[in-house]
């Protein structure tokens, strides 16, 4: 599932991206090459045809047009109409004569053609008498228009004899040359269109080629982050993805080397964390023996050294306590701590653990009977004497311990009343050797006693959270599974 997210959002983002960067490149050049052909054959497909029509039309005017009478018969119009529009196919012919008699005209060719086909700007510019100048030799000129009548394209020309009354037009249909640009357009855009699918199956393949080494690099660094520090990449070439490679692999060799130092500077430091705690307690348990001893005969001892002896015999019961707690504080580092599950009635353990310490005057406590929990009943009464004790000996009593279950989940609250945690110590009380000395009484305990206890908690699948009760006063609240060994089952299943 993963895997195929990751696959999805690569396609979704690079892939994508790069695809639709060669798309709009190829479709733009595509796009302006194949709009600046098209503009160009049109251009000189009407240039071409146009300039044909026109040249033989005045040709023809100059040759037949100007050898009729200077006052034709209709039948002379129109004969020579019949001559132009023959003598070149393609275009029609209309004369029109203005003679005494009014006026006369011929008209021939494929088109139906009339003087109300010929647009009335280019009636006038034809009729229009121009003074003959060294630079202008003649009196009328020849004028083009194209036109569109019915949505039919056509090219009309026209031009009058010098001297004479007779007026001519040409009119040529420009469906052939429109028919051929429209073939040449479909050309052009099919041509887009495959460069457009080119450019998709170059941008496929570019992509492929500069992708799969980046896809690499990310599956590398997947597994780098994984833990898998001897993940390496297979360098070939001397681009920049290849640089790229050798610079990973620099960097994950280095950090390797590093994780293995460190490994091993910890594990020797837990090594000698617990060699130092076994070594001590065989001192610690005469030291011990003595000591009770000591505190036994007390009474009896001269007064200038009883104080002495008291003191010698707290700090031997502190000492063993510390040795203890940095036992198992090193099997927790080092993962050896297990848990020996019971079904355990949480009132009856909840009291059992406050009644051995002697902490029934000082601890209220609010708990069902009935409620029953499957957990290690060992690491529950080390939680709740850190706790209780902790809520004792910086809060104050009264102590308030209240025991309920919410869902899944079984939960402890522990509340002393005390001025509360400050704002700056809250997220270091679950630190090893910790101690708020600015802001609580100076401790005689360890600073191991509540990560000990958060790291039972974690080991049963819960947590312990402190802050501050709103009545005023440290809270610490135990959040533990109903079913320890049901919650261990899914984790190893998963």
Same mark, same amino acid.
């Given at each position: 599932? =993963? ?9 979704? @983002? ?21 709009? =600046?052909? *098209? ?27 100007? %050898?009729?009478?200077? /006052? ?16 070149? &196919?393609? *275009? ?28 009335? @700007? ?26 569109? &009548?019915?949505?039919?394209? *056509? ?107 460190? +490994? %091993? ?8 964390? %617990? ?10 348990? %005469? ?17 200038? #050294?009883? &104080? ?45 653990? #406050? ?32 706790? #209780? ?22 939960? =402890? ?5 005390? &001025? ?16 708020? @000395?600015?802001?609580?009484?100076? +401790? /005689? ?5 509540? +990560? #000990? ?5 974690? =080991? ?35």
């Amino acid at each position: 599932m =993963i895997p195929a997210l990751l696959a999805g959002r690569r396609w979704t @983002s690079l892939r994508l991206r790069l695809l639709i960067v060669f798309a709009l490149v190829a479709l733009t050049a595509a796009v302006s090459a194949s709009g =600046i052909a *098209y503009w160009l054959n049109r251009e000189a497909v009407l240039t071409r045809t146009q300039d044909a029509a026109l040249g033989d039309f005045r040709q023809e005017m100059q040759n037949r047009a100007a %050898a009729l009478p200077a /006052d034709p018969t209709a039948q002379e119009v129109q004969r020579t109409a019949e001559l132009m529009a023959g003598s070149s &196919p393609g *275009y029609s012919v209309l004369l029109v004569q203005e003679g005494k008699d009014g006026q006369v005209s011929g008209t021939a060719g494929p088109d139906a053609f009339g003087l109300g086909d010929v647009p009335k @700007s280019l009636r006038d510019a034809v009729n229009d008498r121009q003074k003959t100048t060294a630079a202008n030799d003649s009196e009328y000129h020849m004028y083009w228009q194209r036109t569109k &009548p019915g949505g039919n394209p *056509y090219l009309v020309g026209g031009t009058r004899i010098v001297g004479g009354g007779l007026t001519g037009y040409m009119y040529k249909s420009l469906a052939q040359e429109r028919d051929d640009l429209n073939a040449l357009a479909w050309s052009l855009t099919i041509a887009t269109g495959l460069a457009l699918l080119g450019s998709a199956l170059l941008a496929q393949a570019a992509a492929r080629t500069v992708l799969k080494p980046v896809q690499r690099l990310g599956d590398a660094a997947r597994r780098l982050g994984e833990g898998e520090l001897d993940t390496r990449l297979d360098v070939s070439g001397t681009d920049e993805l290849a640089d790229l490679s050798h610079t990973f692999n620099k960097t994950a060799e280095a950090l390797e080397k590093k994780v293995a130092d460190m +490994s %091993a500077r910890e594990e020797s430091s837990r090594r000698f964390v %617990a060699d130092m705690s076994h070594e001590l307690r065989t001192p610690l348990t %005469a030291l011990t023996a003595v000591a009770e001893v000591l505190e036994e005969e007390v009474d009896d001892l001269d007064p200038m #050294i009883a &104080p002495a002896v008291a003191l010698v015999v707290s700090e031997t019961r502190r000492l063993n306590d510390l040795v203890e707690n940095l036992m198992e504080v090193t099997r927790f580092d080092a993962g050896t701590a297990r848990l020996v599950l019971d079904d355990v009635d949480v009132a009856d353990q909840v009291t059992a653990c #406050i009644d051995a310490r002697a902490w029934l005057d000082a601890v209220e406590l609010d708990a069902e009977r009935g409620i029953v929990a499957r957990l290690d009943p060992r690491r529950l009464d080390v939680i709740l004497a850190n706790l #209780i004790g902790n809520a004792l000996k910086h809060g104050g009593s009264p102590v308030r311990v209240r025991v309920v279950v919410e869902g899944e989940w079984l939960v =402890i609250a522990v509340q002393d009343n005390g &001025p509360g945690i400050p704002q700056d110590v809250l997220p270091h009380v679950f630190d090893r050797f910790y101690k708020a @000395s600015a802001s609580r009484p100076k +401790s /005689d305990g360890s600073g191991l006693g509540l +990560s #000990i206890a958060v790291e039972n908690a974690h =080991i049963h699948g819960g947590d312990i959270t402190a802050a501050n009760g709103p009545g005023g006063g440290a809270l610490f609240t135990l959040r533990l599974p109903v079913d320890v060994g049901k919650v261990i089952a899914g984790d190893q299943d998963a």
